[in-house]
């Protein structure tokens, strides 16, 4: 602990030394005919020399946290393209989603350690202590490759998101005829009119699917999982107040590690991160949070992730499986595998309609041995 912020220290005061004359010249204590770089420079081995640790090996280790104290110009807690100053390696290096910024956690990653991350931190929201080992399976940026981060990181690529399964299934939900569900209006995979503009466009695709419902109608878990993240405390954000579980192998009765986001929530969800929560239960109330459109009705956007990976990476983008795969969360609902889009659209047209499995508001499971079911509950008739 000690250590460490006397590491941090001398990064800092190295680092002050290796930048340019912009804060020299604002430094109104250079006097004495010396300028203050070098008073810097003098204070910074006196320092190192005091605790014997060599400043050039700091000098080539700096911290995150100092690499951003002395970069970031705006305070906006990241360091952007035109703020870097860095000589040893490359911006890219550390901007690894491709955003043009270098955020905390990317700056962490590229120097390959992960010192103090914590669920919550990586998350960006919440507290909880959850159960231990719940969330095994955190990996690094570094770890997913270049498909990966074309089709979940900024500046998506679209022929990496069809390699990913983005793109329309071309299944037909089935819902139950004695009983009303709430029913998907927006299709996963569709050309998406998204937030911001007003037009169809092909570039971007729909990356789950709508559920419209009535506003305070509750969001149900669709299988026994784990909460792994939340995000959206501003109701500004894209996605709005969100949530998104993991749920093993043995949780959903597939071979694959599956992630259910569930979006738009009026109140944030209640469940920590780290905590279980059960098939069937609810999450919170149905709301149109980050929803930008004032015509647009409440609904849930829910979202399928999956890999045989049981790896992971929190980012600002949401949770991103290492070796990640879409699917339309009606391939979710066959409850068998294969959950990948192309092998839904090669399905003979008799298997393309697919049964809902689902909750009755009464509280009884149809089939009565499902692993796996819609988000809402249905309403006897
Ligand atoms: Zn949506």
């Not at 022929?159 to 819902?175: F, K, Q």
């Not at 709508?210 to 909460?227: E, S």
Request: hydrophobic share 35%; charged share 25%; with cysteine.
């Amino acid at each position: 602990m000690v250590a460490g912020q006397v590491e941090r220290r001398l990064a800092a005061i190295v680092g002050a030394v290796r930048r340019p004359a912009v804060s020299a010249s604002t430094d109104s204590n250079g006097g004495h005919g010396m300028n203050a770089s070098t008073q810097r420079l003098i204070a910074a081995v006196a320092f190192a020399a005091a605790f014997c640790v060599p400043a050039g090996r700091l000098a080539a280790q700096p911290t995150p946290e100092s690499m951003i104290a002395h970069m970031d110009a705006d305070g906006d807690g990241r360091v952007s393209k035109d703020e870097f100053t860095g000589r040893r390696r490359p911006f890219e290096d550390f901007d690894l989603d491709g955003d043009g910024y270098a955020t905390r956690d990317e700056i962490e990653a590229a120097f390959g350690t992960r010192r103090g991350m914590t669920p919550d931190s990586a998350a960006g929201q919440q507290g909880g202590e959850g159960t231990p080992g719940a969330l095994s399976g955190r990996a690094t940026l570094r770890e997913l490759d270049t498909i990966t981060r074309g089709a979940f990181l900024a500046k998506r690529v679209r022929e990496d998101e069809i390699a990913r399964g983005l793109i329309e299934s071309n299944l037909i939900p089935e819902y139950p005829g004695d009983a009303s569900c709430p029913r998907i209006d927006h299709i996963f995979g569709e050309p998406w009119q998204g937030p911001v503009s007003q037009r169809k466009s092909n570039a971007t695709r729909h990356h789950g699917a709508d559920i419209p419902a009535r506003y305070g109608t509750p969001i149900l878990a669709m299988a026994n999982g784990v909460v792994v993240a939340k995000s959206g405390g501003k109701n500004g954000d894209f996605r709005g107040k969100q949530i998104t579980l993991r749920h093993s192998p043995q949780e959903s009765g597939l071979s694959v590690w599956l992630y259910t986001t569930y979006a738009h929530f009026s109140k944030m969800p209640e469940a920590r991160i780290g905590q279980h929560v059960r098939m069937g239960e609810p999450l919170g109330p149905t709301g149109k949070s980050g929803v930008s459109s004032l015509r647009r009705q409440e609904h849930l956007h829910v979202e399928v992730l999956y890999s045989t990976s049981d790896r992971y990476v929190a980012t600002q983008y949401g949770i991103v499986p290492v070796d990640g795969r879409y699917a339309d969360v009606v391939a979710l609902m066959r409850a068998r595998m294969p959950l990948d889009t192309n092998a839904m659209r090669a399905l003979p047209d008799a298997e393309r309609h697919i049964t809902i499995p689902h909750k009755l508001t009464g509280g009884a499971t149809v089939p009565s041995d499902a692993l796996i079911i819609w988000p809402y509950a249905c309403e006897s008739d």
